[in-house]
């Protein structure tokens, strides 16, 4: 999992901002995740990239976009339509999308509203 | 969708003792289980997973065991030390989707006293 990175490490934000958070892998993986985590609980998905220029809602997609323009790229953009944006987000990515597939996490980046 | 129940929240041992951290998951159909292992503040890591055809897996001090029939699974960790204090997270996917989805469950902090 060395070959994901994630920046920024942390980020602050203002309310009625955007914010794009990065997600490079260099695994040559086909599949790229995003997840959020609340303190106390599980990571929950956001988004998934099964191919480039392909993308699917998670479970809590709402106030989330994303791109996957590039193979090793999947950035995250929080809009300001998201109502409670500050948690921990982390990005995977496994060989594909199959059902066994592991998958790798980057360091992941702290996103915090003022 | 598959839903995953993780137990204990908490669990604290002695150096040298014996860990056990269990999961429930509710579709029948799910067929991959992974552990993550979590220190604060970074990325959750795999440490060991399980394919629905094996009913235990072991990798040196860690083992997982599952029980299709209950429908759950379990990690355990002998001779515990200091550096396993972490969260814990098991998660399934599968489960009727065609992509790698995880549920995760809540977590486990396992605290290990010297």
């Known amino acids: 999992d060395g070959g994901i990175t994630q920046s920024p490490k942390y980020l602050f934000r203002k309310e009625g901002q955007n914010v794009t958070l990065s997600c490079e892998q260099n695994?040559?993986?086909?599949?790229m995740y995003w997840y959020r985590q609340d303190p106390g609980q599980g990571l929950r998905l956001i988004y998934y990239?099964?191919?480039?220029?392909?993308?699917q809602k998670g479970d809590i997609a709402e106030g989330y976009s994303v791109s996957r323009e590039k193979k090793e790229s999947f950035p995250l953009t929080v809009t300001s339509a998201q109502k409670n944006p500050t948690a921990f987000y982390l990005c995977?990515?496994?060989?594909?999308?199959?059902?066994?597939?592991?998958?790798?996490f980057g360091p992941g980046t702290r996103l915090t509203v003022l | 969708g598959e839903n995953v129940e993780q137990h204990p929240s908490t669990l604290s041992v002695q150096e040298g003792d014996s860990a056990v951290i269990k999961c429930t998951y509710s579709?029948?159909?799910?067929?991959?289980f992974p552990w993550y292992k979590q220190e604060l503040g970074k990325r959750p890591q795999l440490i060991i997973d399980?394919?629905?055809?094996?009913g235990e897996k072991k990798d040196q001090r860690i083992a997982v065991t599952l029980n299709k029939t209950a429908k759950h699974f379990s990690l355990h960790i002998t001779e515990t030390q200091p550096e396993d204090s972490a969260v814990y997270f098991c998660?399934?996917?599968?489960?009727?989707?065609?992509?790698?989805?995880?549920?995760f469950g809540q977590g486990t902090i396992l605290t290990v006293h010297p």
């Open positions: 695994l040559n993986h086909d599949a």
């Open positions: 990239s099964q191919i480039v220029n392909d993308f």
């Open positions: 579709d029948s159909a799910s067929n991959y």
């Open positions: 998660a399934a996917t599968g489960g009727g989707t065609s992509y790698g989805k995880l549920t």
């Open positions: 995977a990515s496994s060989i594909s999308s199959g059902i066994t597939d592991t998958q790798y």
């Open positions: 399980i394919r629905s055809n094996v």
